[in-house]
């Protein structure tokens, strides 16, 4: 199963390291991973994606949970979180009608278009990684020069 | 809060470390941590100079596991601190406390690759349960009180501080708080009463109930509560190595350990249980064998004072967290309640003693003179029960789990997770210090005495007598039985040739060597040692092709033992 977890640590230097380190000792793999500062500077907030069966997902929780530097470890239902990637496609621009259809793929997803050149478009994507993933099978014909994604990042609703 | 006080980061250290009750500590000077043992001169802590960094946390190990307060190491920076880092990780493997403390190049220098610069705390932390790096000499004596605190507290482990030279030199107002917090640590769990009910009831609903007790039972010295409860229900006790000696290994319902090198009779009846009440465990594969097999026929009910390990090796159909101790407390309170007290009449228990005496009377030992089994039997035979046993990693080490039987619980120790050679005898030293009252013994083998045999020098210039018990096979023996079992007899690298004279080389430090070649000469060697007052290594040449048995092969389950034939 694909599980989100939401890590609240300290924010001090090395806690990435020791977290993601965490996840290789233990033989578990990460398959997003974000980090941002919260509110209180004190802490940061990493959203981990990661896939396991029920059992594993339980004891990736447990280990980042007996970490010091971890304040707080959530599994997020994914029913009850809004979870949002944000991404960044280079996209070729080969026929003059490449552009209008690119645009209008972009608006479809509610991304927006940036650095519009002869040879190539940018458009910017945020929406959860099932969408990106469609978004990008459909930009393929046009041929994709590069991707940049953020990794995850979730919050629960609220009286979830 | 205590009263503010201007001095440099290493007499805080001090300061702070006299204020944790810190007597002594293990360690070798460098151009990194001169400024703290230059505080050495000037504080009532014993500095105690070993001849390798490794040997040093190994000594602060045996320390610890023996007074279950932190033993201190310390290194140097760069070469000083990787040293130790072999000596950390077994402690973390077998959760012992301890407080390592190491010197780094200053804060300016870091990461520029200076001289004796290692990025320590990148390297230790894998294999420790906290590693702190103070930037200012300020934070010091802060560092120091989280830092013995989670060394010592939940489920112990070992704590690096890593102390840039400018901040053991640099002055500031030093602040000794008596309480701090640290956000996302909760060492412990009140253990849940319906849990335990759940608990009794399983083991009073099942046919072929067992008790496994592991380390956990012996750093939370649950030994009156495991005896309580294992006499009420009539309930058989099996150890896992590390567990060795939680439970009183002549009491008529101890089998002893199981696993690999495990007693015959405690495979057996782990191999037959179906419900089993395992006490502060990992369930490691050199204990329980392959997990599927083991969890397949068992209902388990599995008390750990870490959440993680509950369902990380094995699934639980009962789970106490907390204290194995205080979980134990409460189901004998509630045995006692419910007056609930099973006799010896019952079919169980009458198989288990049963088999117990048949694998006593009928394991077949080797039929020399010097056999293994005859060895530590006599050793036990002469030992007063209080003695604490210590054992390098080895053959030596697998036959004290068969043959050399602990009464008094809490009395023998042993490098079972990491399993590190050479552990032995500095841990021996260092638990000869917490323990001078009582003798101390190594059960050792020539290959990994070999790795930290240098320890003969602080054992006698300071005044440290702890007996080294040396079973000689002049080989890497452990090894050496795999070659001949698994690689089809082709030896390679394991003959260590009669070299060194282990007598002569006891003597050129100082200490008494003794060679024992009959079971006369043991016994004399054993009392001189006994009445000695300085180290004594006895070397007991032994025959090389003396296998452990029985064993069960790496990957396979407890019920596949190969036996003696």
């Known amino acids: ?160 | 809060m205590n009263k503010m006080e201007s001095m440099t980061g290493a007499k805080a250290l001090m300061t702070a470390m006299e204020k944790e009750g810190v007597k002594q500590v293990f360690g070798l000077p460098g151009g990194a941590n001169l400024p703290m043992y230059d505080e050495f001169s000037r504080c009532d802590i014993r500095h105690i100079l070993v001849r390798h960094e490794q040997s040093a946390a190994h000594m602060a190990d045996g320390f610890g596991r023996v007074s279950r307060k932190p033993g201190v190491c310390f290194a140097t920076s760069g070469p000083g601190a990787t040293n130790i880092l072999t000596g950390i990780a077994t402690a973390q493997a077998d959760s012992a406390p301890m407080v390592a403390v190491t010197g780094q190049v200053p804060v300016a220098m870091i990461g520029r690759d200076a001289f004796q610069e290692s990025d320590i705390i990148g390297m230790a932390n894998p294999v420790v349960k906290y590693a702190f790096q103070p930037r200012s000499a300020a934070e010091v004596p802060e560092t120091v009180k989280k830092g013995f605190f989670i060394a010592e507290s939940g489920r112990p482990g070992p704590v690096l501080i890593d102390i840039p030279k400018d901040v053991q030199t640099n002055e500031a107002e030093m602040v000794f708080h008596d309480e701090f917090k640290i956000k996302g640590y909760h060492p412990w769990t009140d253990p849940d009463i319906v849990n335990v009910e759940r608990a009794i009831d399983m083991l009073l609903h099942s046919e072929k109930p067992i008790i496994l007790a592991g380390g956990g039972t012996i750093i939370s010295s649950a030994f009156a509560e495991l005896q309580a409860i294992a006499e009420a229900l009539m309930l058989p006790v099996v150890t896992t190595f590390k567990g060795k000696g939680a439970f009183p290994e002549n009491h008529p319902l101890s089998l002893g350990p199981i696993g690999m090198h495990g007693h015959a009779e405690a495979n057996k009846m782990m191999a037959e249980a179906d419900c089993v009440l395992a006490i502060g465990t990992r369930f490691s594969d050199r204990s329980v064998g392959t997990f599927e097999a083991f969890e397949k026929r068992l209902k388990i009910i599995h008390m750990d004072v870490d959440p993680a390990e509950i369902g990380k090796n094995q699934t639980t159909q009962v789970a106490v967290v907390g204290d194995v101790r205080a979980s134990l407390r409460i189901m004998v309170k509630l045995l006692l309640q419910k007056q609930i007290k099973k006799t010896e009449d019952n079919t169980w228990i009458k198989h288990v003693k049963e088999t117990k005496s048949y694998w006593k009377e009928n394991l077949k030992l080797h039929p020399g003179e010097m056999g293994a089994a005859k060895l530590l039997r006599k050793l036990r035979e002469l030992l007063p029960k209080e003695s604490i046993v210590t054992t390098e990693v080895g053959q030596h080490q697998m036959w004290a789990s068969l043959f050399y039987d602990v009464i008094q619980p809490g009395t023998f120790f042993s490098s079972t997770g990491l399993g590190t050679m050479g552990w032995g005898f500095p841990a021996a030293i260092g638990a000869k210090v917490a323990r001078p009252d009582v003798p101390v013994v190594d059960i050792a083998g020539d290959g990994s005495f070999s790795m930290t045999e240098n320890s003969l020098a602080t054992a006698v210039l300071e005044d440290i007598p702890v007996i080294v018990f040396l079973l000689n096979n002049s080989s890497l023996g452990m090894v050496a039985q795999w070659q001949r079992t698994f690689y089809d007899r082709r030896m390679n690298g394991v003959e260590q040739n009669h070299c060194p004279d282990y007598v002569k080389l006891a003597e050129s430090y100082g200490a008494q060597g003794i060679r024992a070649q009959s079971m006369d000469e043991l016994d004399k060697a054993i009392k001189t040692a006994l009445s000695s007052d300085v180290a004594t290594v006895i070397d007991i040449p032994i025959d090389p092709e003396e296998d452990v048995l029985p064993f069960v092969a790496p990957g396979t389950s407890l019920s596949d033992m190969i036996l003696p034939s």
């Open chain 1, 1 to 160: 199963m694909w599980a989100i977890l939401s890590i609240l640590v300290e924010n001090k230097p090395g806690i990435l390291f020791k977290v993601t380190h965490l996840f290789r000792s233990r033989n578990f793999n990460i398959d997003s991973i974000s980090v941002g500062v919260t509110e209180n500077p004190e802490y940061s907030k990493m959203t981990i994606t990661t896939y396991g069966d029920e059992k594993q997902v339980e004891q990736i929780v447990k280990q980042l949970d007996k970490m010091i530097d971890t304040v707080k470890v959530e599994h997020l239902d994914e029913h009850k979180t809004v979870y949002r990637e944000l991404s960044l496609f280079k996209i070729k621009l080969s026929n003059a009608s490449d552009s209008m259809e690119i645009n209008k793929l972009a608006n479809a997803y509610g991304g927006k278009v940036h650095d519009v050149k002869k040879e190539s478009i940018m458009v910017e994507l945020t929406a959860t990684p099932d969408q990106i993933q469609a978004f990008e099978e459909l930009a393929k014909p046009f041929g994709i020069i590069d991707v940049a994604r953020t990794g995850v990042a979730a919050l629960q609703r609220s009286g979830a």
